[in-house]
């Protein structure tokens, strides 16, 4: 159970969009359409953001968007804005009831 | 709405267990299944373990085998998290999470809470 992998930062402009990847195995990512994202904002709980690979929940700006390829996932920001500024997280179902997470992307807004 | 409310923080010595509660309020507690998410100071979430209250049964990353159990008290709608023999790289900010038994994300959380340990 070794965590996914992501980049560790990405950065874009205002307005720009940014593509944080995670990347898992054929045991976790590859077999199960159960990726979620979580956003954290320094000092608070993470808060969920897109459920079931590509689903928003209520509440999320649509722009965030998910989407899944092979053992990779990924998380897409479009009309990146000064408060999207945080730590993401992608975590994945790994069968028989456990979970993984991803090590962490910080986003920062120029 | 559900909602979680977990134990305050607590210091500990290294070697000492510790046990913490997580309050859920709000829904059908036998609906939900609960995990427990672990943040090591300035480090990324990490998943400790889950319970699905309905069939009393926990799972465990396989890193926290045989240093943690979950249970959940479904009279108090409360889930446990007891470290059994705490570390100092133990210290971190302890999540609870919620799931349902038909769903594979966590919302809500908990509030936190924090662990040390110290000598």
């Known amino acids: 159970q070794s965590a996914l992998t992501q980049p560790r930062s990405v950065s874009g402009s205002p307005g720009q969009s940014v593509t944080i990847s995670c990347t898992g195995t054929n045991s976790d990512i590859g077999v199960y359409n159960y990726v979620s994202w979580y956003q954290q904002l320094p000092g608070k709980v993470p808060k969920l953001m897109i459920y079931?690979?590509?689903q928003r929940p209520s509440g999320v700006p649509d722009r965030f968007s998910g989407s899944k390829s092979g053992n990779t996932a990924s998380l897409t920001i479009s009309g990146l804005q000064a408060e999207d500024e945080a730590d993401y997280y992608c975590?994945?179902?790994?069968?028989?009831?456990?979970?993984?997470f991803g090590t962490g992307t910080k986003v920062t807004v120029l | 709405q559900v909602q979680l409310l977990q134990s305050g923080d607590e210091v500990k010595k290294p070697g000492s267990p510790v046990k913490v509660s997580c309050k859920a309020s709000g829904g059908t507690f036998s609906n939900y299944a609960f995990s427990w998410v672990r943040q090591a100071p300035g480090q990324g979430l990490e998943w400790v373990g889950g319970?699905?209250?309905?069939?009393?049964?926990?799972t465990y990353a396989q890193k926290f085998q045989g240093n943690v159990t979950i249970t959940a008290d479904e009279s108090t709608s409360t889930v446990y998290m007891e470290l059994l023999s705490l570390r100092s790289e133990d210290t971190a900010i302890y999540y609870c999470a919620r799931e349902t038994t038909v769903t594979n994300w966590f919302d809500p959380w908990g509030q936190g809470t924090l662990i040390t340990v110290s000598s």
């Open positions: 319970i699905m209250p309905v069939l009393d049964s926990a």
């Open positions: 975590c994945s179902y790994g069968g028989i009831y456990t979970y993984v």
């Open positions: 079931d690979v590509s």
